[in-house]
């Protein structure tokens, strides 16, 4: 199965946004920290590399999980690549608490989070994972989340009929 399939995936509309951020809250914080530095005449040149060093980190941290995915795969790239095959779930998780996120896995072992804020913003992606979804189903090898994923697949439906309300101006 390919999983590089460009032309036939969806992506995150909203990673490069997310990512701008994060560049520009980095660079933000570089600029500040060398700043404030060089004004208290403490700047040399190993504290200026720590503060280049410590804006890195703040950049990496930031940085959103690139999500994509296809027919029969989803996808969440951080610094590793994660991915799952949707259409041989075995289990999907909610976990509530500081962060809400999503931990799907496949019967290859292969496992995921994933945060459904994402899904929620961007119904190509769920699409993609609600197909799958319905072939794990038919197949049975999902035995544990199908609840879950039909409230967030309620959840889903909501936010995009408000959305479609809004923009045509009858709400």
Excluded: K
């Amino acid at each position: 199965m390919q999983f590089d399939s460009p032309g036939g995936a969806a992506h995150d509309r909203h990673w490069r946004g997310s990512a701008r951020l994060a560049v520009g809250c980095a660079l933000l914080f570089c600029s500040m920290a060398l700043l404030v530095d060089w004004d208290a005449g403490s700047l040399t040149v190993p504290r200026g590399l720590l503060w280049v060093a410590m804006s890195g980190a703040v950049g990496v941290v930031m940085l959103p999980p690139r999500v994509s995915a296809g027919p029969g795969w989803l996808a969440v790239r951080t610094p590793r690549r994660h991915v799952v095959h949707t259409d041989v779930l075995t289990a999907v998780r909610q976990y509530d608490g500081v962060s809400l996120h999503l931990v799907l896995c496949d019967v290859h072992g292969h496992r995921l989070e994933l945060d459904p804020r994402t899904l929620v913003a961007n119904p190509l992606l769920w699409h993609e994972l609600d197909t799958g979804v319905l072939r794990s189903v038919e197949r049975g090898t999902l035995r544990h989340g199908a609840d879950v994923l039909e409230r967030l697949g309620h959840h889903i439906d909501d936010e995009t009929t408000r959305a479609v309300l809004r923009v045509s101006g009858l709400s």
